[in-house]
């Protein structure tokens, strides 16, 4: 399905925010990526590792380049074995822990990152073009980096958060 993305992203600085809220791993490949466009694998599991990933499908998905909180987006759901195969193709990868969190009504996706990535928290916003334009940050955020291309999934597969200078963290 193809559909327009609208989304705001924060760099999270309480992780308190976090206590109680449910959590899946969320395992991303990139298996192209240039100009702002990603070609991305995405396979999900539960975080407490009941069920097998390798039986659930996945996701392909094309994403175009992202302009302020906009950018398209289009998924196809794929069956597990073609999710396993591509994976394996994927040079770059990005794994983390999404979250779940419910704060003034609005529904957020907070991303802790892992491996690579590991010590990186984003919260999302994801929503309509005009809810997206007017949610406000969340006080437990530090600042806003929707428009920060080096906290793209598919940047932060090739350019892990870990690599990055201490006076960038």
């Known amino acids: 399905m193809t559909e327009q993305e609208f989304e705001r992203r924060f760099l999270v600085s309480d992780q308190r925010v976090l206590q109680g809220t449910s959590s899946v791993v969320i395992e991303q490949g990139y ?4 100009g702002g466009y990603a070609i ?3 396979r999900t599991r539960p975080e407490d590792g009941e069920g097998t990933a390798s039986d659930d499908p996945g996701v392909f998905a094309l994403k175009g380049p992202r302009t ?7 998924e196809v759901l794929l069956p597990a074995e073609h999710v396993t195969a591509l994976l394996q193709q994927a040079n770059y990868r990005v794994v ?10 609005d529904l ?3 991303d802790v990152f892992l491996e690579q990535n590991e010590g ?6 994801e929503g309509s073009e005009q809810a997206v334009a007017s949610v406000v940050q969340p006080h437990w955020c530090s600042r806003e980096v929707t428009d920060e291309r080096e906290y793209d999934n598919e940047n932060l597969a090739r350019l892990p958060y870990a690599t990055w200078p201490p006076s960038e963290h």
């Open 108 to 110: 957020w996706s907070i």
């Open 120 to 125: 990186l928290i984003i919260a999302e916003f």
């Open 31 to 34: 298996l192209w990526a240039r």
């Open 96 to 105: 983390k822990r999404r979250h779940a969190l419910i704060f003034r009504g």
């Open 68 to 74: 302020h909180a906009h950018r398209l987006e289009h």
């Open 40 to 42: 991305r694998i995405r």
